[in-house]
């Protein structure tokens, strides 16, 4: 076995730009944020973050205990306890891979464990399939964990160092999970801007975990058994520490652009040609590409759309969502995940905007579309069609409360 | 338009069984006078341990209506009628699900009904029984509890007789002639447990208590906290490390102030603390850590610490230094270590009396030998089907065998 010397950190305030994939940008923020314990096992296309830091430690760029599981239910449990006695975390997985860690995932937000999660986007078995589907990070949205999709190699870097900003905020302690899409961005090389780990630092305060720490030196039990005289309580506070999260992010993405000078004003979504669209096309992660060639396209011929793409799903933006939303003339909101049997059949996103506008002073007609499952390409012929419906929408002033999927044979 | 609601009282595991088939018996039985009705168990009871006071409640009503009305409640807030079926819970009762310690006449309604199994004298029961702020009446039911296991029932006829003595408390819903024809139909029913139901209805005891009768400590209570004053992170405190018992000598663990645990106990242990040989091996294998170190060297088993297993009586290996004794036989949990300290012959005489009584010494719960329960089942049943035996298998079996 080569000796691996570890070379000396540049001293250098400057960021570097590097030819790397998603996966890769989240391993070079884990060795920016000095993470202390990482769990693996291998899915793919979460196993390529686990490569990456790997190589990481390997490389002598990274001291932290990496920690092969036989399992993911083994994997996330064993970062749940190295983060109670205040290390920093990472774990990650795909699709059933996480499935199998459920009842892990379920009782971290309860513990109030900051556990920094990246779930590379898989379908569900069966069938097997490697490509992307959302439903797998979704399942979470219930019970407490911080969910955000990413759409580039930069935004994993940079959302990654964000990550643990907002997760081990005293006032947070939730897990979160940051989605990226499987191939469309984990297995994609991009350049990326790498800052120097003295930004870092200024950026990133010490993990401190304070009266919930598990030390001798501050004895308490965590997690004993209680019943229906407790649990409320419990639950209530957990509501609370998801509440606050909202403040916390927006401090963090706030104080990024002062450290690093760059990252968006709005942390919650970006909007894409919105200001004056009437049609307003909605969707999470790597779907924006397809959609912004397509809006160019569509606005080269007069037609006035926007995106919207949604970074945070968990907590919600609804009031700012909304203010974005109302003020078009029809809405096509595009999962690439489903829910089935849910209202109108719609896919979880479109759900949950119709929930969040029906207090809205402005209701404009939502179309909801399920397109890209599996990882099928979400073709530009996709969107258009997506934009007429939507514009019919517009001008008939009401939509047909129907689910269209869209790239399906038939 | 009426309804009645009882509650019966039970020890977890020794009991479940019995408990349930005493309201499935008041249900069957109301049903034969057209009333509607439902047995359940308090949920946050379980997971049961053994001897935790529990609780299963019967409801029936006329109509439909006025059962759901009692129903939807997660327990009733008040009962017609309280059924202990061990009379050691008459020192009050601390479920799993309950915080601080409650009363056995707590729900009971004013003029309502305390029903217990006991051979205990009516003066003996209200010493220990909390004073309550309205009369009612203690009707008493001459047998010993019936304790087994977690999947059986021992057959001595409590649960019947208990159905019996309902018919006297409360014949307009359940008449003699009811309960009787339903005992016959229930799965578990016999003519000989018919015979039973009709000499507990002719036997039954019972009489007024006025307000000024029964025990007039204060339960211990506290405040559940609010959401924002619990702890995050489903974390609490640590019990801290405890303290010397005196004069930097001896040990005495700090122990959970909201989970006294010790109406758990229908045992308690009774120590010669001058034949004890400082062995140290009860207070190593004592599940709750109940023992404190005393300065000498001995160990005082903490009574409001104490669940009543017998684990040390079983461990200790010096003869009588140990001895296992009702709960029924004492009125406090006052510590045993200082009434020897201070009155060596007096505690000596005290002692002396307590395991020397020879009914008070029969183990309440577990079987101690292989045939025990058909030994027991041979003697009378109207007198409680409990005869005196007891013993612990082993080495000690011999000496403590009555």
Known sequence: MAVVTPAAPAATEEDKELLISGSEAVAESLTLADIDVVTAYPIRPYDTVMQAIAKKISGGQLVAEYIVAEGEHSQFEIVKHASTVGARVFCGSSGVGWMYAMECLVVTPPLRVPMVALVGNRALDDPGAFGVEHNDALVVRDVGWLLCWIDTSQEALDTTLIAYRVAEDRRVFLPLAISADGAFLTHSQALTMVPPKSKVDRFLPRYDRGDLLLHPDNPITVAPQANEDWVIEIRRQNNEAMARAVTVIEEAYADFRRVFGRGPENPWFEEYMTDDADVILVGMGTISLPIKVAIRELRAKGKKVGLVRLRWFRPFPTEKLVAALSKAKALGIIDRDYSFGSPFGSGVVANEIRAALYNADRRPPLLSFICGLGGREVTLEDVYKAVDLCTAAAAAGKSDAKTHWLGVRE | ?402
Not at chain 2, 146 to 167: C, N, P
Not at chain 2, 187 to 205: F, H, I, M, N, T
Not at chain 2, 372 to 379: A, D, I
Request: net charge neutral; glycine share 8%; with cysteine.
């Open chain 2, 1 to 402: 338009m009426a309804a009645l609601i009882c509650e019966v009282v039970y020890r977890g595991i020794f009991q479940k069984n019995l408990a349930a088939r005493i309201t499935r018996g008041i249900v069957l039985s109301a049903r034969k006078s057209g009333r509607w009705g439902i047995a359940f168990g308090r949920y946050g009871d379980s997971p049961q341990r053994n001897g935790i006071p529990a609780k299963d409640f019967a409801i029936v009503a006329d109509t439909k209506e006025e059962l759901e009305q009692n129903m939807a409640r997660y327990e009733p807030k008040h009962v017609d009628v309280t059924i202990a079926v061990d009379d050691t819970l008459s020192k009050g009762v601390e479920s799993w699900a309950w915080y601080g310690l409650q009363p056995i006449n707590r729900l009971t309604v004013p003029n309502g009904t305390l029903l217990m199994t006991s051979v205990q004298s009516f003066d003996s029961l209200l010493r220990d029984i909390h004073k309550k702020d309205a009369p009612y009446k203690l009707a008493l039911l001459r047998a010993k509890a019936s304790f087994s296991g977690l999947w059986v029932y021992k057959e001595d006829h409590t649960e019947v007789r208990i159905l019996g003595a309902l018919a006297k408390i409360a014949p307009s819903f359940l008449t003699l002639d009811g309960v009787c024809e339903a005992i016959k139909e229930i799965e578990w029913g016999s003519d000989l447990k018919v015979e039973s139901v009709k000499k507990a209805y002719q036997r039954l005891e019972s009489r007024e208590v006025k307000l000024t009768e029964g025990n007039v400590e204060i339960p211990y209570s506290f405040e559940m906290p609010k959401w924002w004053e619990m702890r995050e992170g489903v974390t609490i405190p640590a019990i801290p490390v405890g303290k010397p018992k005196e004069d930097g000598k001896g040990y005495v663990p700090e122990r959970n102030p909201y989970f006294k645990k010790f109406t758990t106990r229908t045992m308690r242990p009774v120590i010669d603390f001058d034949t004890c040989v400082k062995c140290t091996l009860c207070w190593i294998q004592c599940p709750d850590s109940c023992f404190d170190v005393m300065p000498d060297g001995t160990y005082d088993a903490n009574m409001e610490a104490c669940c009543g297993c017998g684990v040390c009586e079983a461990v200790c290996p010096v003869e009588k230094c140990i001895t296992m004794v009702n709960e029924s036989v004492f009125d406090d949990n006052a510590s045993q270590w200082e009434m020897w300290r201070n009155d060596k012959e007096g505690y000596k005489a005290w002692m002396t009396e307590k395991i020397g009584d020879k009914n008070a010494t029969v183990r309440s719960h577990g079987f101690r030998f292989r045939g025990q329960y058909e030994q027991e089942l041979e003697k009378n049943l109207d007198g409680g089907g409990v005869e005196i035996t007891a013993g612990i298998p082993g080495e000690n079996a011999q000496h403590k065998t009555i």
